[in-house]
């Protein structure tokens, strides 16, 4: 099992930057890819990125490209996004997940609660 817990989310103004963290309880974290994902209203979910096991491999949606930059550190069990020069299109609620793959791709397992990352214009 793996239990995921984000933070780091909040009220920040267009351009500014967050760093969401995701704290992860688990045996095999280190074994698991790992993505980051998002809700706006009134949208479908997304995957924002995406990050294999071992880090090496990671995916951004275009949106985000140059400007997000998902990381992880397997000793802290922790996985990272980094949000710079932020949008107000970027308003939405992100989620952590996990899947016991090792890539970003494919079903995910186990998903975090949400935090909440508002820009304002």
């Known amino acids: 099992q793996v239990q995921l817990v984000e933070s780091g989310g909040g009220l920040v103004q267009a351009g500014g930057s967050l760093r969401l963290s995701c704290a992860a309880s688990?045996?095999?974290?280190?074994?698991?890819?790992m993505g980051w994902f998002r809700q706006a209203a009134g949208k479908e979910r997304e995957l924002v990125a995406g990050i294999g096991w071992s880090g090496g491999n990671t995916n951004y949606v275009d949106s985000v490209l140059g400007r997000f930059v998902i990381s992880r550190d397997n000793a802290r069990n922790t996985v990272y996004l980094q949000m710079n020069s932020l949008k107000p299109e970027d308003t939405a609620v992100y989620y952590c997940?996990?899947?016991?793959?090792?890539?970003?791709?494919?079903?995910?397992?186990?998903w975090g609660q949400g935090t909440q990352v508002t820009v304002s214009s």
């Open positions: 997940a996990a899947r016991s793959g090792g890539t970003w791709l494919g079903p995910y397992d186990y």
């Open positions: 688990g045996r095999t974290f280190s074994r698991y890819g």
